[in-house]
């Protein structure tokens, strides 16, 4: 048996015990297991270090880990400090040499600045000069987790989520209440203290993506998909309930409320018109349709005429197509005030004539009040129609069609 | 009435009578008195009774048999523990006199709970006869209704032991764990845990959340001093995981078992209801007045 008595790690104790089963030898050793001392206080378990032959327990373990991130915390504010010294004197710099008040200058400026002074050909948009503050490249020093007694400091801190499974649970908390409310309420016949509403607008909940990414950089938590989608189901069941406005404010964290006019389509390009040198309203679109391409102009003036590559509505010698053409504009009750300029190139007279459709429609949303644009984008007028001629396959006579079918 | 069953038609009668005085039995059902079947075969009132189950014996042996009314359940006493100072001390990091230990009852647990207030929550009712977990049979008192009824001369104790467990854990600084998989009564654990400024964990629990602490967390974390159940089971209606876990780990658990609960790896088993939630409300009181009690006196205890 080896007489010195030392503490080995964890491989070399592995290797004892097959040494003991091959050789028949023992190694002594001071089977040191990590969890033998349990006492209700602390942690007092022991863990070996192979290294040195030192003997710390789990309590000291939990301190000094507590006083290295106490110790990088320290460091790490000293420089967040440094940074923004030397940002705020920069700004300053540049506001002079701009001629700009340092109060109104904007990040626009200061990015048009920094393109003027040092320009850069880098396709990596990282790695070319910035100018930023420091709380917008520096990672996020997070809060140390426990107290000075290694107690955590979030009351969910065993769950691996807490500040996810918090959220889930205070709105969890609320549906409890409200639903208590009603129950009062219609019990006893009087009216709620506070103003309680049911919301007359749904909510948009937060992306998947985003709400990852929320919890991954706030809070260094992995959130699943699953996850995402629970918080949605939690969320819908809180929104269709008698709210008051604490609770109003709380979704509202977690999502944006759909107003009648839905904001994309009314604030983005697709709704602002232009002007001819004359004065004249007008709007250019492109549309398409199997192999046809057509270029749409609508000008906002007009008393409905329409124009298709030099001619009339009698270009198309189907009604089918010249319906096709007409839909929008009675669809939007715009035809005697809308003027309509075409060209019109490739396919059939049916993919010519889907074209212009999808051109004009595409045109007159500057034209025309945002439930007309819901309407049309609800028709399916706005989006290119995909349809194409499918492919002939080999063994078959066309796309879909067999040969003949032979009993023998 | 045919000779042969004479005998038996007497004591039946003998022991009905009996029934009757008894206050305790008033509207139980004892079906081994009731006869239940007669075969054609019979053409002389051959009456064929079943064999009574164990609770039914256990039930017979109390009120039929005339024995002196023992206690149920030993009351519990606490022995009286005088530690090694030194050793102690060194243990406990804070160097307080600790005179907790010299009494039997320091935090004045029984006082916060008695045979009424469980009667009334409901903490008697357990589960349908079929879903007994046999070794729950040591705590049950009887049927009502093919519902198994816990005897609270067996809870009630019990119930003091572990709070005055979770107070002595909590009085030293102990990190207190609630666990509970049952998604009605889950917002009011969390907020007993909360209130009292301990923790919970009543959301999916991944296992080795113990055993391999140090893997899922990325800080050197301390494990919990006591974890308490409020539900045993999952949602599945298996054993919890935390239970085999914290046995691993050897650390103290204070469990609700209702009567289709395993009681065995629980260290400190409260037999009773666990469904309704006036129970559960009770118990999170008591929980949360336990705690918040041993805090006070921890408070200023240190102080001095």
Same mark, same amino acid.
């Given at each position: ?53 030192? @003997? ?180 819908? =069941? ?17 999502? =944006? ?67 096709? @053409? ?83 | ?54 609770? *039914? ?17 030993? *009351? ?111 917002? $009011? ?8 400024? *301990? ?92 705690? $918040? ?12």
């Amino acid at each position: 048996m080896a007489a010195s008595i030392q503490p080995l790690s964890i491989a070399a104790r592995v290797a004892g015990r097959k040494l003991r089963h091959m050789n028949g030898h023992g190694v002594s050793t001071p089977v040191i297991h990590k969890y033998f001392s349990r006492t209700l206080s602390t942690d007092d378990s022991v863990s070996v270090d192979s290294s040195t032959t030192k @003997v710390q327990r789990r309590s000291e373990q939990i301190s000094s880990a507590m006083k290295a991130f106490l110790r990088k915390a320290k460091e790490h504010e000293v420089k967040v400090s440094q940074y923004t010294e030397e940002y705020e004197l920069g700004r300053k710099h540049l506001a002079n040499m701009m001629g700009i008040h340092p109060d109104e200058m904007t990040k626009e400026h200061i990015n048009e600045a920094i393109q003027y002074l040092l320009p850069s050909g880098l396709f990596d948009k990282g790695s070319r000069p910035q100018f930023k503050h420091p709380n917008d490249f520096l990672p996020v020093n997070l809060e140390f987790p426990f107290e000075e007694s290694g107690r955590p400091k979030h009351y969910q801190y065993y769950t691996l989520k807490p500040h996810y499974y918090e959220m889930m649970s205070e709105a969890a908390w609320r549906t409890e209440y409200l639903k208590e409310e009603e129950v009062r309420i219609g019990f006893s016949g009087q009216q709620p203290s506070e103003v309680m509403t049911h919301l007359t607008e749904e909510f948009e909940w937060m992306n998947t993506q985003a709400f990852i990414e929320m919890f991954k950089s706030q809070f260094s938590e992995t959130v699943t998909e699953a996850d995402h989608k629970r918080f949605v189901e939690v969320m819908k =069941k809180l929104s269709l309930m008698r709210l008051r406005e604490q609770d109003v404010e709380f979704l509202r964290h977690y999502g =944006k409320q759909k107003t009648t006019e839905s904001q994309s389509l009314d604030s983005g390009p697709d709704r602002k018109y232009l002007t001819d040198d004359k004065g004249r309203k007008y709007k250019t679109m492109h549309g398409s349709r199997k192999s046809a391409r057509a270029r749409v102009t609508v000008y906002g003036e007009g008393s409905g005429v329409i124009e298709i590559n030099g001619k009339g509505l009698e270009y198309f010698e189907s009604v089918y197509a010249r319906e096709q @053409v007409l839909f929008p504009l009675v669809l939007t009750e715009s035809i005697d005030t809308v003027d309509v300029e075409a060209s019109v190139e490739g396919g059939g007279e049916m993919g010519q004539s889907g074209a212009i459709r999808h051109g004009l429609s595409n045109a007159l949303l500057p034209f025309v009040s945002q439930q007309m644009a819901n309407k049309l984008s609800l028709a399916g007028l706005l989006d290119r129609d995909s349809r194409v001629k499918e492919r002939m396959k080999p063994g078959q006579k066309k796309a879909r069609k067999k040969f003949q079918w032979n009993a023998r | 009435m045919a000779s042969g069953c004479t005998k038996k038609v007497d004591t039946i009668l003998v022991m009905f009578n009996r029934i009757k005085k008894a206050k305790s039995l008033a509207g139980a059902y004892i079906p081994h008195l009731c006869p239940q079947r007669k075969y054609k075969t019979d053409t002389k009132a051959k009456v064929v009774l079943p064999r009574p189950l164990r609770i *039914e014996r256990i039930y017979e042996e109390k009120v039929f048999k005339n024995q002196t009314e023992k206690p149920l359940a030993k *009351e519990v006493e606490l022995v009286d523990y005088k530690p090694m100072e030194n050793e102690y001390k060194r243990l406990l990091g804070d160097t307080f006199e600790d005179n907790a230990l010299q009494h039997p009852d320091f935090f004045q647990v029984k006082e916060m709970v008695d045979m009424q207030t469980l009667y009334r929550n409901r903490v008697h009712y357990g589960h349908h006869f079929g879903c007994r977990h046999p070794y729950m049979v040591s705590f049950l008192y009887g049927l009502r209704h093919n519902t198994d009824i816990f005897d609270l001369d067996r809870t009630l104790p019990r119930l003091h032991l572990a709070l005055n467990f979770i107070a002595h854990v909590v009085y030293r600084g102990g990190i207190v764990l609630f666990v509970s998989r049952n998604a009605q009564h889950m917002p $009011l654990v969390e907020k007993t845990a909360r209130n009292a400024g *301990e923790y919970s964990h009543c959301r999916f629990w991944k296992s080795g959340l113990l055993t391999n602490i140090d893997r899922l967390f990325s800080n050197l974390t301390r494990h919990p001093d006591v974890v308490i159940f409020l539900h045993t089971q999952n949602s599945i209606g298996s054993d919890h995981i935390a239970v085999t876990e914290c046995a691993k780990m050897l650390i103290p658990t204070v469990g609700v078992v209702d009567s289709n609960c395993n009681p065995t790896f629980i260290t400190y088993p409260i037999p009773g209801n666990d469904d309704s939630p006036d129970a559960v409300k009770l118990y999170c009181k008591l929980f949360e007045q336990t705690i $918040l009690r041993a805090k006070e006196h921890r408070k200023r205890d240190v102080q001095k």
